[in-house]
């Protein structure tokens, strides 16, 4: 989608957003990649906290999606501040209690509670550095 917005010279940018197609939706391209990471870190997460198992990709990959959905359900009836994306104390407990309550909905995950608030501090590490969702 081009970016036809006047510049300060009297004429236009004119660039391709990427990240966008045509219609201005978000590219199926970005979504994909970010699922695939997310289940990377996941699957690095498996390995590292204790408490949360190990997992394959494809496993690993129906988590990331149960994970975004439910954060997606939190956010719509809590809002930013309660969700799993928030900062803060809040968003942080609430990540646990999304990566904990995933545990029902993907077999071959087990997540201890504590595996479960280990689980989101180190995601929410592996974020700062990596961003999975789009902004």
């Known amino acids: 989608m ?3 917005r006047p510049t300060d010279d009297g004429g236009t940018r004119n660039m391709v957003r990427h990240d966008q197609d045509m219609d201005g939706a978000g590219s199926w ?3 994909v990649v ?18 949360f198992s ?6 690993a990959l129906l988590a990331a999606i149960v994970i975004a959905l439910l954060g997606y359900i939190i956010e719509a009836i809590g809002g930013r501040q ?6 803060g104390l809040v968003g942080f407990i609430s ?8 545990q029902f909905v993907v077999p071959g995950l087990r ?25």
């Open 95 to 102: 990540s646990a209690v999304v990566i904990y309550a995933t």
């Open 54 to 59: 190990r997992l394959t990709f494809g496993t």
């Open 29 to 31: 391209v970005s979504h």
């Open 2 to 4: 081009p970016d036809d």
């Open 34 to 51: 970010r699922f695939v990471v997310s289940a990377l870190v996941l699957m690095v997460v498996g390995y590292v906290v204790p408490g």
């Open 111 to 135: 997540v201890t509670i504590i595996g479960a608030l280990l689980g989101a501090v180190v995601i929410g590490i592996v974020d700062m550095f990596i961003p999975t969702k789009i902004r």
């Open 82 to 87: 309660i969700s799993p994306y928030g900062h």
